[in-house]
């Protein structure tokens, strides 16, 4: 079984920052692809940004230039720097890890993100 956990969701007035963490723990046997997902009320769930197992980074376009992912292979984490955020920015941010050889995806709860003044 893999569990994933974020963290690091809250409260952040316009123009702030947010740091998110996700780790993914138990039966874990390499490196996989992780990723970023939110959803805001009434919406669908949108990809925010991807890091591939080589580091390459992909981001949806309202995020282009003001989020930042990256990982530590060591610890199974993946993290996302959110800077200059706007109320649009608000959601659940939840965490997803891909098994691509069992074709698998694996997700966290989500954590709550609240851009507001």
């Known amino acids: 079984q893999v569990q994933v956990d974020e963290s690091g969701g809250g409260l952040v007035q316009p123009g702030g920052s947010l740091k998110l963490s996700c780790s993914a723990t138990g039966r874990i046997f390499g490196i996989y692809p992780m990723f970023w997902y939110r959803q805001a009320p009434g919406k669908q769930r949108e990809l925010v940004a991807s890091?591939?197992?080589?580091?390459?980074?992909n981001y949806g376009e309202s995020v282009k230039g003001r989020f930042a992912i990256s990982r530590d292979n060591r610890k199974n984490s993946v993290y996302l720097q959110m800077n200059s955020l706007k109320p649009e920015d608000t959601g659940v941010y939840y965490c997803?890890?891909?098994?691509?050889?069992?074709?698998?995806?694996?997700w966290g709860q989500g954590t709550q993100v609240t851009v507001s003044s």
């Open positions: 997803k890890i891909r098994i691509p050889e069992y074709d698998i995806d694996y």
């Open positions: 890091i591939a197992v080589n580091g390459f980074t």
